[in-house]
């Protein structure tokens, strides 16, 4: 199969172009080029002897500034991820699919096999997670039901290949072509959690014709998708820790700054990727424990934070081309119901986003 499609590297050009702004080969270049013709008698052409070359003291300060900003720059880069099953990446240990554009998708299914179930139900995991965190239900009852769930690692997490061309939308269009490859029919239902809640406002947006039903669990909001009350969309602003505020401002303003910002220890970064005690309720802190064996704790970010959790957080605090606030009804028909759960003392998530 062709190899997963290699992360794009912001190309060199821009520490290029500061090099030339600072040497000065455009006065030189300048200084030779030829006069310009005159209709007049030519005087016999003379070239101007070039000017010398500023000595090696001059050339110093010029030659460690622009070192230091090679070095800003590199600082600033994350490195390439890790690819799964690469030489130097993790093992390939799950079944993949592989999607038109040669990524792969990791994906792991659950309940009673698919041609007998009446319920077809794709899992979409939160930040930070994989496909074994879907939600989990008991055999009786996914036998009583007739339920199968599909989930799988989001691009970039656990063992599917990174995207850095992610957006809101390729992310709705992975899911219906997955949805295709496992034949699981024209319509199925979806549950998304958390981050992997706010996709399913992009699958309503872009996909609705594929779904039976959507439930939407804790979905993370974007302070900027037009439509929010501002007493609202501050409200739960100000609900965030401040280092919560800044973590979300750099990857909405300034994506090429979220690796550096995520990982520098000057400032305290986003307080959800370090497991900061301060962004969980009394209830929520007597859960954890049982949350604490996770199989994905260590395998989601196995290939690098930089495609999984910072990737995560520009595309979903991104800049969004429509707000899921002004968005049509996707079922004038009633063709299928949504509902909404999000616990009311949730500190990580605002609640008042979704209400
Ligand atoms: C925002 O303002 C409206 C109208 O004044 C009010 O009903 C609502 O409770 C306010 N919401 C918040 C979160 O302050």
């Known amino acids: 199969s062709d190899p997963p499609p290699s992360r794009r590297r912001p190309s060199c050009f821009a520490l290029l172009y500061l090099v030339r702004l600072i040497w000065p080969w455009q006065g030189r270049a300048r200084s030779r080029r030829p006069p310009p013709p005159t209709a007049t008698a030519r005087k016999p052409r003379r070239l101007r002897p070039l000017p010398a070359a500023p000595g090696i003291a001059k050339r ?126 024209s319509r199925f239902y979806l549950v998304g959690f958390s981050m992997g809640g706010e996709i399913m406002w992009s699958c309503l947006k872009h996909i609705p014709h594929r779904l039976a039903g959507v439930s939407i669990l804790g979905p993370v909001g974007n302070y900027w998708w037009s439509g929010f009350p501002s007493n609202v969309s501050w409200d739960a602003w100000y609900q965030q820790t401040p280092q919560d505020q800044w973590a979300v401002r750099v990857a909405h303003h300034a994506p090429w700054l979220a690796y550096w910002w995520n990982t520098q220890k000057l400032f305290p970064a986003s307080s959800v990727i370090s497991f900061n005690p301060a962004i969980f309720s009394r209830e929520d802190m007597a859960m954890i424990p049982k949350f604490a064996s996770r199989p994905c704790s260590s395998k989601a970010r196995q290939q690098g934070e930089h495609e999984s959790l910072h990737r995560d957080m520009t595309v979903g605090f991104g800049k969004w081309g429509w707000s899921p606030l002004e968005m049509e009804n996707p079922f004038p028909g009633d063709e299928a119901d949504v509902h909404l759960w999000h616990g009311a003392e949730d500190l990580i998530v605002p609640v008042s986003l979704s209400r």
Do not use: M, W
């Open 60 to 185: 110093l300060p010029r030659l460690a500034f622009v070192f230091l900003l090679a070095v800003l720059y590199r600082q600033l880069q994350a490195p390439p991820p890790k690819i799964c099953g690469s030489p130097d990446g993790p093992p390939i240990t799950g079944t993949r699919i592989r999607l038109s554009d040669g990524r792969h998708l990791a994906y792991h299914e659950s309940g009673v096999p698919k041609e007998q179930a009446n319920h077809k139900i794709i899992f979409v995991h939160g930040f930070d997670s994989c496909r074994y965190d879907a939600l989990r239900v008991s055999p009786e009852l996914t036998q009583e039901l007739g339920i199968y769930i599909l989930s799988f690692d989001r691009p970039g997490y656990g063992e599917s290949d990174p995207h850095p061309a992610r957006t809101e939308k390729s992310i709705a269009l992975d899911i219906a072509e997955l949805a295709d490859s496992l034949h699981l029919g």
